[in-house]
């Protein structure tokens, strides 16, 4: 049997992909719209390619804090402190957002079931 057709699966991620830019909206301004969708038969990606995203969605990303005196000293030209390293804050978005959300997108995938009913000349299906 073929697999789920990618409209269906595309369909499934933006249930998903729609929860997780409300979750990231409530920290962040970069995320939410670069949130895509990609499907094909039997598989759908959501991803976020922007900045923000791995440190926020990963725990314990440590990163460098950059700009003028995040260190105490000025920056110059002739001193240019190393900036400080900080462990960011683990705010995932994509992980809750499909916890939240499978059983709306296992709904969207099963009336694949329906589809192929109706495509066959059953009645009563979708």
């Not at 499907?39 to 969605?57: D, F, L």
Request: some cysteine; proline content about 11%; overall charge positive.
């Amino acid at each position: 049997m073929p697999g789920v057709p990618a409209p269906r699966m595309r369909a499934a991620g933006k249930i998903i992909a729609d929860e997780a830019r409300r979750l990231a909206s409530a920290w962040s301004k970069q995320i939410p719209p670069e949130i895509r969708v990609e499907a094909r038969t039997g598989a759908v990606s959501i991803r976020s390619h922007t900045g923000p995203s791995y440190p926020n969605e990963m725990p314990r990303v440590r990163h460098p804090v950059f700009g003028f005196g995040t260190t105490g000293n000025e920056w110059s030209a002739t001193h240019r402190p190393s900036p400080p390293w900080v462990t960011n804050a683990h705010r995932p978005f994509l992980a809750p957002a499909a916890a939240a959300k499978a059983d709306d997108a296992a709904a969207e995938i099963a009336k694949t079931i329906d589809d192929v009913c109706h495509e066959m000349g059953f009645e009563g299906t979708g």
